[in-house]
């Protein structure tokens, strides 16, 4: 037998890996990731190799809380096929649901681009991440920020100090690389502060069944969570 | 295998340099130099996708010709204009002495990046480009002097169909040569090999094509395939004479050459 490990594929699209070919992509991806953003690719498979301690920290974040739990229990996914576009675009303004849609149609994008999980060696945890990922527009939604390079950062140091994912903590150190020193003063003096206060005062965003809160006002939830006003 | 293919073939050379450390050039380069093509040669090369040994082969007779031409004008030194002159005119002197490649490959994708970099690189007489299976060529009996086929035989279902068929279009006294990927005997090398394979190339494949499955493929593909005297065994049943095989690299390649008489 010239192959070390068994195919033991525990969910579709899971490729099991040593951990050998886990650092091996670690590092690969990472350096792609810097070497050529548009490869989103990259940036998530550097998420699924080394989230094997903040992963697991945030499943059992989200068994100890009823609406996490309640989640876990029902895996929800955020899918243009699973969500009322018409309902939602008909909600007042100010509610989850519009502002979201909002969201959506100004920054031209879809929450079906997310990459299913393939390097995740656990189905619970591959459904963690793959929570947090469809999650993502929703934080841009509550925290307020556009789809470019400024935003993505701000989302980025919001969502390292909630989840403790590296690859956030990564992309949040790196991903101002690229920018502006005028923005880079804005994103210093401002912008990440803010996310940082946020971050760790809200409770654990995953912890939010968001799927059955469109009707509910974005301030509203903002408070609730515990996320301050963007500046 | 034709999947694969199609998601590879904009990466193949990228891979190849990669997974290869570029050594793969060195191999085809051996290649070439074992066929020592003389002027004239009609080359076939089967599962030749983006071109390399076709470019080679060009390289190698233009090379050939250019010496032939400096050694005639060498010799024309007590000559006069005129009788120079006529001598060019006799020889209707080509730059690739009439020696022409045919590359045929079953999948579209690999022809068209393999059309794309010969326009790059200049590559334009001599050449051309065959839709075609290595089971079934859509070729005549005895018409080329040599076949090739680099890293494309462990693709193939039927390897005897195929190498039937080499025979078949091969004119007598026609060369076959195979170069693949082959089985390492001594024991450390295979073990460090099968970690390198296994454990790197389909990292590799994910990282700089997004594909980790089509590598991981690839990978298992090559331990599957009959190892040297297997292989030289099947090449004697399709017909061939002298058939022998030259290892490169401890055998993490190999080179089989046959021959129809």
Known sequence: EEEEEEWHQLYPGHIPTSPLQKALLAAGSAVMALYDPYRHDMVAVLGETTGCLALPNLRDKMKNHPEGYHILQERPRIRLSTLDMARLQGLPGGSLGREYVRFLEDNKVSPDTRMPPKFVDDEELAYVIQRYREVHDLMHTLLGMPTNMLGEVVVKWFEAVQTGLPMCVLGAAFGPVRLSTRKLQVLATELVPWAIRSGLNASCVLNVYYEQRWEQPVESLREELGIFPPP | ?261
């Open chain 2, 1 to 261: 295998v034709n999947q694969v293919f199609e998601s590879v073939a904009k990466k193949y050379d990228v891979m190849n340099d990669s997974m290869t450390l570029g050594i793969h050039r060195i191999w085809k380069d051996i290649l070439m130099h074992k066929m020592n093509p003389s002027p004239g040669t009609l080359l076939l090369d089967v599962a030749g996708g983006t071109g390399d040994i076709a470019f080679r082969f060009i390289n190698y007779v233009r090379s050939m010709q250019e010496r032939r031409l400096q050694r005639k004008l060498k010799n024309h030194q007590n000559l006069s204009w005129q009788e120079i002159f006529e001598s060019y005119q006799k020889d209707k002197f080509n730059s690739l002495g009439d020696s022409q490649v045919v590359v045929c490959d079953i999948n579209r994708e690999m022809l068209k990046v393999g059309k794309q970099k010969a326009q790059h690189l200049g590559y334009s007489e001599g050449l051309s480009w065959v839709l075609g299976n290595a089971e079934e060529l859509p070729f005549d009996n005895d018409k080329f002097d040599v076949y090739t086929i680099a890293f494309g035989i462990r693709n193939v279902t039927r390897i005897d169909l195929a190498l039937q068929e080499a025979y078949r279009v091969l004119k007598p006294g026609g060369r076959f040569l195979c170069l693949e990927f082959s089985h390492v005997s001594n024991p450390l090398l295979s073990r460090l090999y099968d970690l390198y394979s296994f454990q790197v190339i389909p990292v590799l494949g994910e990282v700089i094509a997004g594909d980790w499955r089509s590598y991981q493929y690839l990978v298992e593909s090559i331990r599957q395939f009959p190892p040297q005297e297997e292989l030289k065994a099947m090449i004697e049943d399709a017909g061939f004479f002298k058939v022998d095989y030259e290892n490169l690299n401890f055998g993490i390649v190999a080179i089989h050459s046959g021959f129809k008489l």
